[in-house]
């Protein structure tokens, strides 16, 4: 399952309970800049593996993404702030 999970624009208390919830369950948290969305991340001691996923990468990782949503595994897409969509990681999905 992928999810797209929206994160604050300036105050990290700015994120809807569904999102952390979503952030707590899935196996692997992918996100367009790793040190922003770690600083989320710690504030709400959500540990998670993390991976960089941004329009530089994009093209060599997806296969690899697609192969783990089809054995299960729950993975969450976040951006630097709002929500993942045409002009951030996601477009490519």
Known sequence: MLYLVPTPIGN???I???ALDVLK???LILAEDTRTSSHL???YQITKPISPYHQHNEHKVLHHLVEQLQIGKKIA???DAGTPG???PAFYW
Request: proline share 0%.
């Open 12 to 14: 990290l208390k700015d």
């Open 16 to 18: 809807t309970l569904r």
């Open 77 to 79: 897409l976040v951006t």
């Open 41 to 43: 991340l710690t504030h």
């Open 25 to 27: 369950e899935v196996d």
């Open 86 to 88: 045409i002009s951030d």
